[in-house]
């Protein structure tokens, strides 16, 4: 038996290498092991695991019959691997094109661009793995890319709000920006309720990062927004904003706000403003100036004028200290009063004697003047303030100011004649409104109620706001007393004549306001307003409108301009509602919504 | 060795042979576990991303029967279409016309005109 040679020098080389070859990999294996485990588990299981953010869904908004006003709805961003894409799908680009309503050479740029240069380096290479193509397409768009089956293209999935009802009631809703930040209205008044909780899952994922969905180890499901029924009626609110278009056409004014509310509640059943927006295309600025976003309504500010002279009235009757027919010298220019001689407000007509009613039908200055004066400052500052002026309404809308109500200590020699014609204060509309509600509401003020309630996905209520009754202002007996003065103020010896409605008795008042302009009353600048309620009887809506500068030939009145409006939105309101009259005194007549003037002007 | 009975033997071979086998299987049982696992998850996964589909297609409806039913567009569908009555028209609408001009249609209860069901009687069918 023969025995192969071996030099034991070789054999030693040799066994040596292999040694320290497996010492090398011992060493390896050590460092991966024991020196640098916790940063590698870590590389691995960052690489492997993941956690996915799983987005609530923000709730929906809807009016007072479940029409959707805002909502929440899947839009995709639409882009292309170029890696991916395969050069025999170039031919469907065209279509693609058409699909996404983009310029062909803008995609064909896109899948032919298969790299960037990264920003660490300016040399590194990258391959670009999604290049976007077009952005927040809707559910019909995204299944369309789908069916053209091109390799590469795809969507990714977000959450976007919409508008479905576009301009309508976009004052109320307000809108969220593309941060997902509720800027203005109920959006961002009520965003605690409606934003919901995200959700979030932890699990595994492929080489390709695809989810590997039985290493799912924890799940918690989003939980999403609460939903918000408001008071407001879409149809309501389309017929003002209709009016307001109207108006808005006709005497091209700075701006229009009407707001229409039940009395008895407060519910708000509708408010529009001009200019008004679509909260779908907030960002387009050019088209919906940032000025066009606001809720005129509650922000901005205007001298209520004579629509204010229903506050010493009912004051003055409150207090006991008038009666309806007492009458009152209106002749003299001037009076004395606590050992002054004061000039008294002109009015359009002089009229020597006018009764407290006739002051509140011819909507008289000096009247009005003659009233505060009996009054005194403190009395007629606190009737004032309680019917709501120099205080916010409690609308839950943000953004509302409280208007101007000076302190009797700032008033000046002037104020006590000039405030009760609504001079020497500012008021928003909705305070005006809700001071006319409080004479429709038996005498209790009441707080502007916008919404009803909120629900979750399974209609059932989470909190149920109720009417709000403030306080009292003045008592049943003189709210019907002015009610019955209010409704000569459209009778046939009123100044609102217009706002008339055949078979119903409607109670109402103008105002007229100059505007101040460089520091002086203005003759040609003016706020037209009227503000009034029906039946008077039995109230069941009141309407507010007010006119910011009516470019009109002559003086833009509350009578001649607000007026008309506050009758065509009535009128509709009576068909859509079924509002009955309660007048006993003619044949009755129901109104259908049958109109065939209102049907053949569409 | 040598003082173990050919059956002992036999005894052990069959032990570790069973041992054997039932490692062999439980490791096939461990593998088809985790396959079923994994199907049953991927199902999940899938019936999750379709009812997902189906509640997103849901609320795309939803957003475009709100959009369609809006005053506007309602109204509009019925802009051009709406015509002033003919003497000849078989349905009519009592109206009251008031002072102001407008025209009112009055609200009654639905009934079959007598004129239209007197036209049915006579129609051939």
């Known amino acids: 038996m023969s025995k192969a040679f071996v030099s034991s020098y070789r054999a030693s080389l040799v066994s040596c290498a292999v040694a320290f070859a497996f010492c090398i990999l011992l060493g390896r294996l050590f460092y991966l092991h024991v020196w640098e485990q916790e940063q590698l588990l870590e590389h691995v299981a960052n690489n492997r695991k993941m956690v996915k953010v799983v987005e609530a869904r923000r709730g929906n908004i809807v009016d007072s019959r479940g029409n959707l006003l805002a909502t929440t709805r899947t839009a995709y961003d639409i882009g292309v691997d170029p890696q991916a894409f395969r050069e025999e799908d170039r031919g469907q680009l065209i279509e693609l094109a058409e699909v996404l309503g983009k310029p062909l050479k803008d995609l064909e740029y896109s899948v032919s661009t298969k790299t960037r240069k990264g920003t660490g380096h300016a040399k590194e290479v990258r391959l670009i793995r999604w290049s976007a193509l077009a952005k927040d397409v809707d559910e019909a768009t995204h299944d369309a890319v789908n069916a053209l089956g091109i390799s590469g293209v795809y969507g990714n999935s977000k959450y976007s709000r919409t508008y479905p009802a576009g301009k309508l009631a976009a004052h109320v809703l307000g809108f969220v920006n593309k941060e997902e930040t509720p800027v203005t209205g109920i959006e961002r008044f009520f965003d605690y309720y409606l934003r919901g909780q995200d959700g979030w899952r932890e699990t595994e994922r492929d080489g390709k990062r695809r989810e590997l969905a039985q290493f799912r180890e924890r799940e918690v499901d989003p939980s999403d927004g609460l939903n918000i029924e408001l008071s407001i009626d879409q149809m309501v609110q389309h017929i003002v904003e209709a009016e307001v278009t109207k108006l808005a056409e006709k005497y091209n004014p700075n701006g229009i706000s009407i707001v229409v509310s039940e009395p008895s509640t407060g519910a708000v059943l509708a408010i529009a403003n001009y200019p008004t927006y679509d909260p779908n295309e907030f960002y387009n600025t050019k088209k919906y100036p940032i000025d066009s976003q606001r809720n005129r309504a509650l922000t901005d500010v205007f001298e209520p004028g004579s629509t204010f002279k229903i506050v010493p009235a009912a004051a003055a009757l409150n207090e006991g200290i008038v009666h309806p027919e007492d009458v009152f010298q209106t002749g003299a220019s001037r009076v004395s009063y606590r050992g002054r001689s004061l000039l008294l407000p002109g009015d359009h007509h002089v009229y020597d004697q006018l009764s407290v009613h006739d002051i509140v039908v011819k909507s008289s200055n000096r009247g009005a003047a003659h009233l505060g004066m009996m009054l005194g400052e403190v009395r007629l500052h606190d009737y004032a303030a309680a019917f709501g002026f120099g205080e916010k309404t409690g609308c839950d809308l943000g953004g509302e100011v409280s208007g101007t109500l000076h302190k009797v200590k700032n008033w000046d020699g002037l104020t006590i004649t000039r405030l009760p014609m609504g001079h020497a204060i500012s008021a928003t509309p909705m305070q005006v409104h809700v001071a006319m509600s409080v004479i429709a509401n038996d005498g209790v003020l009441m707080e502007p109620l916008l919404t009803k309630r909120i629900f979750d996905s399974n209609g059932e209520d989470v909190i149920r706001f109720s009417p709000k009754a403030k306080r009292r202002v003045v008592s049943i007996e003189v709210a019907d007393q002015m009610s019955e003065m209010l409704a000569d103020v459209v009778g046939e010896n009123g100044t609102a004549r217009k706002a008339a409605i055949d078979n119903f008795m409607v109670a109402g008042k103008t105002g007229t306001t100059q505007k101040i302009v460089d520091g002086r009353y203005s003759n040609k600048h003016h706020v037209a307003s009227f503000s009034g309620f029906f039946p008077a009887d039995n109230p069941a809506l009141v309407i507010t409108v007010v006119v910011d500068d009516p470019k009109f030939e002559g003086t833009g009145y509350g009578g001649s301009v607000s007026a008309p409006a506050f009758r065509n939105i009535a009128e509709a309101c009576i068909a859509y509602l079924g509002i009955r009259s309660s007048r006993t005194d003619i044949a009755y007549q129901p109104i259908s919504i049958y109109d065939r003037t209102r049907r053949l002007s569409n | ?125």
């Open chain 2, 1 to 125: 060795m040598d003082s173990m009975s050919s059956q002992s033997r036999k005894r052990i071979y069959f032990l570790v042979i069973s041992m054997i086998a039932i490692t062999v299987m439980s490791a096939f049982a461990v593998v088809w576990m985790q396959q079923q696992i994994s199907r049953t998850a991927q199902n999940s996964k899938q019936n999750e991303v379709k009812l997902a589909d189906t509640v997103r297609k849901l609320r795309f409806l939803d957003e475009r029967i709100a959009t369609m039913h809006q005053p506007v567009v309602l109204q509009g569908k019925f802009a051009g279409v709406l015509r002033p009555s003919m003497d000849d028209q078989i349905v009519w609408v009592n109206e009251r016309n008031v002072a102001t001009g407008r025209s009112y249609a009055l609200s009654a209860p639905y009934e079959t005109s007598m004129n239209l069901a007197l036209l049915d009687v006579a129609s051939l069918r």
